[in-house]
C-alpha cells in the first residue's frame, strides 16, 4: 500500500480520545486530506477525559479542527452521524483508508456485523467490501470473549486490530509520549512517513 491520499479517522465513544485528535493532526501535517466522524458517545468523553466541548454540529467541530491543525481549505471535512450523502457512504467514493480511534466495543461490535446504522459504521463496512485499509484502535479492559471473538473475526477479513498499548522501552516521560507511541503504529500502518518515535535498532549502541 503506498501513502494515502484520503483518510477517514472516526472517534467514537471509547476512552482515549487524545489518540485519535493527535492522529488528525499529524495527517494534517502530513498534507492528507481528512475527513471526520464522531459519534454522540465521542462528546460526552471528550467532555469527562479532556474536558473538551466536541459541539453536536459537525460544521463547528470542523471549524474548530481546522483551527487546531491549521488544515488547508478543503484538506478537512467532518459530517454527521447520518449523512448519508457524505463520500464515506458509498463505495463509489470512499477515503484510501479509514482508522477508528478509539474504537468502542459497541462500534467494533457493529462494524463486525455490518450493522451499517450510523455513518462510521456504514463508512467501516464501504471500507470492508472496497478491500481498503481499515484500523481499529479499541479499548476496552479486560477484553471479554464477546469482544475478542469480534476482533478475530475482523482480523480475518483484513481490518488491522491496533490495540493502544504503548511500550515502556522508549522511556516515555509524558503522558504525550506515550500518546505519540500509538499514533506512530498508525502511521506505520497508513504507510505516512513519521518520525515521533525513534526506531527499534536505529540508535546506535553505547
Ligand atoms: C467516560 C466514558 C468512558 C468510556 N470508555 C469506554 C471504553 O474505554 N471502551 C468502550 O468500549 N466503551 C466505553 N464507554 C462506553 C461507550 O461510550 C458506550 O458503549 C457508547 O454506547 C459507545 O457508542 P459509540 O460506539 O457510538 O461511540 C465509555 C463511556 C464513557 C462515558
Not at 63 to 90: D, H, I, M, N, Y
Not at 142 to 148: A, D, G, K, W, Y
Request: aromatic share 6%.
Amino acid at each position: 500500500m503506498q501513502a494515502p491520499h484520503t483518510v477517514t479517522v472516526a472517534l467514537t465513544g471509547a476512552s482515549g480520545l487524545p489518540y485519535g485528535l493527535r492522529l488528525i493532526d499529524q495527517l494534517v501535517a502530513a498534507e492528507i486530506r481528512v475527513w471526520v466522524l464522531y459519534s454522540q458517545a465521542a462528546q460526552v468523553v471528550a467532555k469527562q477525559e479532556m474536558d473538551l466541548h466536541l459541539p453536536s454540529r459537525p460544521s463547528e467541530v470542523q471549524q474548530w479542527l481546522q483551527q487546531r491543525t491549521g488544515a488547508k481549505t478543503g484538506q478537512l471535512a467532518v459530517f454527521g452521524r447520518e449523512e448519508w450523502f457524505a463520500p464515506v457512504a458509498s463505495g463509489s467514493n470512499p477515503a484510501d483508508a479509514m482508522v477508528v480511534c478509539p474504537c468502542s466495543m459497541g462500534t467494533l461490535a457493529a462494524i463486525a456485523h455490518g450493522m451499517s446504522d450510523n455513518l462510521i459504521e456504514r463508512a467501516a463496512d464501504v471500507s470492508i467490501k472496497e478491500g481498503r485499509k481499515l484500523i481499529l484502535v479499541p479499548r476496552e479492559t479486560p477484553f471479554s470473549v464477546i469482544h475478542l471473538e469480534n476482533m478475530l473475526k475482523l482480523a480475518r477479513l483484513g481490518v488491522v486490530i491496533l490495540p493502544p498499548s504503548p511500550g515502556f522501552y522508549t522511556h516515555p516521560a509524558s503522558v504525550d509520549d506515550i500518546v505519540d507511541f500509538v499514533v506512530a503504529r498508525i502511521l506505520d500502518q497508513l504507510r505516512i512517513p513519521n518520525s515521533l518515535m525513534p526506531r527499534w535498532g536505529d540508535t546506535p549502541k553505547e
